[in-house]
């Protein structure tokens, strides 16, 4: 669905966008700087899921990590969905992703932000409520459509990521993130600081 400036999308956002940081913080930074462009919603499985992966990945990761992350997700998010019902059609190749799927037609989404091919939610991706699309797709439909967000929120990524340990160049984050398109759009608006 194409973005239409006299309406406000709203987006359900997958976990494995909000376990990434890279493209969590982006998402974020986007949604704060385009105010009525899009909402943003998760649900607490999805949540629960953000904060499982973490654990997964890092055993001995300190409770304070996973907190800081729940808090920081709860406080970004425009919505957190309580519940939805059991008996949504799915003709989704994943049956674990059945929860996503009841969510985003529940929750009335436009789009289903996720890093996951639209078969694990529906055979039927042009029948659905809503459009499944890639991190990479929908951050350039958001600088696209305004584009006079990026030098600031860019600048506000430069100015985080500069002093940190193991600083990436933010498009090589974004690269590594599944995000090229977008990096590209990164890369350009760098250059531009660059020139001033």
Known sequence: MPYSASMTQRVLVDANVLFQKTTMDWLFLLRLHNQGMFQIYATEDILAEVIANMREKKPRMPGHVTRRRAELIRKSLD???????????????????????????????????????SRDFTDNPDGESYSVIAPDEFFLL???????CMMPIVRKQMEYWMDRPGYRQLDDALMRSGCPGFAQCVREVLQQIALL
């Not at 958001?142 to 006079?148: C, D, E, K, L, T």
């Open 142 to 148: 958001i600088a696209n459509s305004a584009p006079n």
């Open 79 to 117: 919505e957190v969905i309580p519940d939805y019902p059991g008996n949504v059609p799915f003709s989704g190749a994943d049956p674990k992703d059945y929860h996503v799927h009841a969510a985003a037609v529940f929750g009335q989404a436009d789009f289903l932000l996720t890093h996951n091919d």
